[in-house]
Each structure stands twice: as C-alpha cells, then as structure tokens.
C-alpha cells in the first residue's frame, strides 16, 4: 500500500503519519509553545519527551537479562526537547480514535482518557515520594503486566527464533553448513523487495564497518505511520553469539531505516541519530546494544542520518482494532504508568518532583488537568476525522 492510500484508509493512520502537524496545531491550540495546555498559569517545563506517544507505539521488545520480553514505548524516533503536555494529548488524543475505531462509546472514550490522567499523576506521586527505589524502569515485565498486555508479553518471551524467521526467509537445507537462510520476497505481508545492486553495497558497507557479517540485504516498503515511505533496508547478518553458542546458528536481521526530523521541531532541525539514541536511554528506553547510526547517508545521493538496530524477535504489539472498552482501560492504566516512568527519566525523584509541581498537587490541580486532557482529546480527534476526510477525498479525486 502506497503512502497516500494508507493515510487516506483510516483516521487513526492519519494521525500517526502526521506529527508534524500534531505538532504544529498544539503550538496554535495552547497559543505559545512554552505555555502549558494542562496547566495555563505555568510555563511547561522543556525536558526531553517521546514526541510520538501513540498506542501503537506501545509494544513489546527484549529485556536487559535476555531471557524474556518487556513491554512499553518501542519506538524513540521523534524524541526531542518538549513539554510532557505532548506526549500526554498526543496518546489522549490516540486513545479517543482507538475508541471510535472499535465503535466503544462517548462515555467509553471519555473514561480513557480519564483514567490515562488519573494513572499518570497518581504514579507520579509514587515517583515524588519513592523515585527510583520503587523500581520504575519505563516498562513492564509479565509479572507486572495485566489482562492482554500481560499475554502479548508471555507469548513474545516464548517466541523462538528460528520459527520466527520463518515469516521472513526461507531455509536451504541442502546448502552446505546445514541450511542457508534468505529473504522471501514479493507477496508476503511485509513487503520485501530486492535492492539496487549500488544501494545493496552500500547498506553492506556502512553495516561492515560496525563490524557486522552481511549475509543478504533487502529493501522493506510495508511500513506504517510516519516512516512509511521513508528509505529502510533489512539485512540478514551472522548471528553475532555464534561463537558464544555454537549451536545457535540462525542469523539476525538488522534494520538500516531513514530517520524522520521529529515533528516537535517543526521542522527546524534535522534528525540526529546519535541524539535520538542518547535520549532513548536517557529516558530509560532499553537499547539494543547493536543499534548504531549512520550520520550524514547511506547513499551518495542521500545525505541524511539513519538508525541501525536489530529487529528483535520478541518486539509485538497489541491489535487495537480487537480491544474491548474493559481491555482498552487496562492497556491505558499500564501505558499511564510507563509514561509517567519515561517523563521522570526511568523514577528521578526530583525531576518527578519538579513536574508534580507543574501539574498541581491538589486533588482540584488533577481535577482540572484531567478536564482539559479530556476536552483536547476529544476535539482534536473530531480535526483528525475532518483533516482525514479532506486527504482521503484529495487522493480519491
């Protein structure tokens, strides 16, 4: 599916393809970009923030120990310096078209958000008063989980590699060496396609460089939201435990994808995948410790950064289509807690501190943050249906 057809198929991919526009529209909405939406009496505290806090941006990938999955924030790609008030009215505002695409009800999408504001300040009172002795990392394991987070998260620890690459590449097991493994390509779900010979020796040598063992490079076209149509290339590497474990055989896949400048910027600076890996884990994001970046290309002709990281087999994430209004209340409970966990950098007790401060602290301060969350949410998701119609009737013209 071309970009245009996926933007105009459905509201919700809309406004996940568009942060830029989010973005601008808030700065409009609250009057001054410094000005705070849920607190109007304070200037917001700038700090660094997720930049595209979404549902579908909630998932599972790989824990620290390696032998099970997590689940929270799995994609850092527009992080930036912002207020919290974006990312808050951002998954808000994700929560109310996750609702209406399920046909839940007014008061169903009301709740939501509710009870996203009523999770998020009440853990952030945990993390004033406890901070990081609490255990805060920004995500959850399946002893913590609940309802279908918690399922997502046992069935992606039980997830094996090799059957996972299945869905990938296909095994020669008349090669020598006891199987060969390559891409599919043409019809299957993920739309893997066969590269330029100049754009293949290209992706080799920049992952050769990192000291990768390239097998195979392909160019991934099925993407979502806003990467979609962004150059990305998979490429099967040796499996870098091999020596460790020698009976693990099976190779990785690492992605090379283009990185989009975060939306929050307005588009005032470039993206920089050395920064955007330096905030993920500054915010207590897990990252993969064969994710790199490419500054400057992967390409002569293009000159703009990338990120390397390997596509794990654990990363999954929930379908929002299937949620019930309870489900849908038990994943917000849970992404409220990573938030909250993610804007005070993995549980500093001053910084939660300081944005307690910001909020309110009073039970009327929560009262009339969580109204406005509510307002703006529900409002924003009616432009994102009107934005979305005007493209779909532009595309179908």
């Known amino acids: 599916m071309v970009l245009e057809q996926l933007l105009a198929s459905d509201p919700f991919l809309f406004f996940r393809a568009t942060p830029g526009l989010y973005h601008a529209d808030l700065a409009t909405h609250s009057g001054h970009k410094a000005r705070s939406l849920l607190n109007p009496s304070k200037v917001s505290p700038q700090m660094t923030i997720g930049g595209d806090i979404h549902m579908a941006n909630f998932g599972t990938f790989r824990a620290p120990s390696e032998k099970e999955a997590v689940w929270g924030v799995n994609d850092y790609d527009q992080t930036g310096t912002g207020s919290v008030d974006a990312d808050l009215t951002r998954l808000a505002t994700s929560l109310v078209l996750t609702a209406r695409n399920n046909k839940l009800s007014s008061s169903d999408q009301k709740a939501s958000v509710e009870l996203l504001a009523t999770k998020y300040f009440e853990e952030m009172r945990e993390l004033a008063s406890t901070g990081s002795a609490k255990g805060s990392a920004p995500y959850l394991a399946a002893d913590k989980a609940k309802g279908k987070v918690k399922e997502l998260v046992q069935k992606a620890t039980e997830r094996k590699r090799g059957k996972w690459l299945d869905k990938y590449t296909k095994l020669d097991t008349k090669a020598s060496g ?43 076209i099925g993407s979502g939201g806003s990467s979609n149509g962004l150059p990305r290339y998979w490429a099967l590497i040796e499996n870098p435990n091999s020596k460790k474990n020698s009976a693990d055989k099976n190779p990785y896949i690492l992605e090379v994808k283009c990185l989009l400048p975060p939306g929050l910027l307005h588009g005032k600076s470039p993206a920089d995948g050395k920064a955007l890996l330096a905030r993920q884990k500054q915010m207590g994001g897990l990252v993969n410790p064969l994710s790199s970046y490419v500054a400057g290309g992967v390409t002569a002709s293009d000159k703009r950064d990338y990120i390397i990281r390997e596509i794990e087999p654990e990363k999954d994430s929930l379908k929002l289509e299937t949620l019930s209004a309870t489900d849908l209340s038990e994943t917000v409970a849970q992404a409220a807690k990573v938030l909250a966990r993610l804007h005070t950098l993995g549980g ?22 969580t109204k406005r969350l ?24």
């Open 178 to 220: 006891g199987g060969v493994r390559s891409f599919l390509t043409g019809s299957d779900p993920e739309l893997l396609v066969i590269t330029d010979v100049t754009t293949t020796k290209s992706v080799t040598k920049v992952l050769t460089e990192k000291g990768f063992k390239v097998l195979q490079v392909i160019e991934k």
């Open 348 to 369: 500093d007790k001053k910084l939660a501190t300081s944005l307690q401060k910001w909020a309110g602290g009073s039970v009327s301060d929560v009262e009339s943050a």
């Open 374 to 397: 509510r307002e703006f949410a529900l409002t924003y998701a009616d432009q994102v249906a009107i934005d979305h119609a005007a493209y779909k009737a532009a595309v179908n013209k």
